[in-house]
Structures are given as C-alpha cells and as structure tokens.
C-alpha cells in the first residue's frame, strides 16, 4: 500500500505544531506553471501574481536573459564572498550596487534574500552604534503593518502582529510607530 500523501513542507510564518494544510484547499494551490506575471494551478486555473511571489519573482517569470545570464554564472563559478576569497561578479556587482547609492566610497554587502538583508542591517545598525562608543544606542524602529522577513531580525520587526506570535521572544528593543 502506498503511504498517503501529505504536505511536509513548513512555509514561511507556518506553525510547526499546526494541521496540515489540506490539499486542495483554498488555502493550497498547487502551482505547476509560470509565464511572465502569471501562474497556473494544477487545476490549470489562471492567477495574475500581483505580488511577485513575495520574495523572488518582481521581474516576472521565465526571462530568458536573467536565465542565460544565471546559468552562464553557474557554469563559471559561484559567487563567493566569504573572507579570504573572493571573485571578479562578487567584486562587479558590489562596485555597481555602490556606484547606483547615495553614498560613492560606500560598500555593498551581497547576501541571498531579503531576510538576510534585513538581519544584516540590524547586525550593521548595532556595530556602527557599538563603535562610536554608543552600546546602549540599540532601538530599531518597526511601522504598522510592515513586513521585514522571515528571520528572526525581521520576524522581530514585523508590523503585522500574527507574524510576530508564537515564537517565543524575539529581539528586544523593536519600538512600532503607525
């Protein structure tokens, strides 16, 4: 007999000790395709993603150039930028990024979503504070309803209360303004 199948995948802000979703449910949509801004369901139902898949999809899917341009990297090498090494795209993409900021003898700092962003900024906040002789200066300050990821820097400052529950406690020092 074949096992039932079931949903074993925990998603960003779901509870680990909460029910499965339910396949099929309207709270489960299995996406099978994507073009562009749009994607299809198993049940080739048809959806605009207005949202850009939340974290990774704000250009639309299936660009041929971003593919070619990512499958050329990988078969060169993949971007490494942990100490001592380094390389020549990681090196690229930093003086660009700098080059398009406000700030021109400024550095980048090249990480893998918008959670890590977010954490990193925080670590960076704390340090700068830290080295200007100022350890107590430590606030950050969260809006309403704003969603900063899924680390736990961001789950930290969310804004949206039920993404900040059940976790335990998260970093002190969040002050929320609307």
Known sequence: PTAPKRNRLLQP????????QQSGSHHNRNIVRSCGVRVWD??????IDGIGSL???????????????????LETIMYNSFPPFSCDISEKAAARIVSLSSTPNGRAYLCTSGSDAIDTAF????TVAQLRGEPMRQIIVRRSRAYHGVNVGGTSAQGIV?????????MPHMVEVE
Do not use: M
């Open 162 to 170: 039920p993404n900040r529950e059940g976790w335990g406690d998260l």
């Open 55 to 73: 974290w990774y999809c704000q250009v639309g899917y299936g660009r041929q150039e971003i593919i070619q341009a990512i499958t050329n990297q």
């Open 123 to 126: 670590k960076i906040a704390r």
């Open 42 to 47: 198993d049940q080739s139902k048809e959806y």
């Open 13 to 20: 802000f779901g509870k680990p000790g909460a029910p499965h």
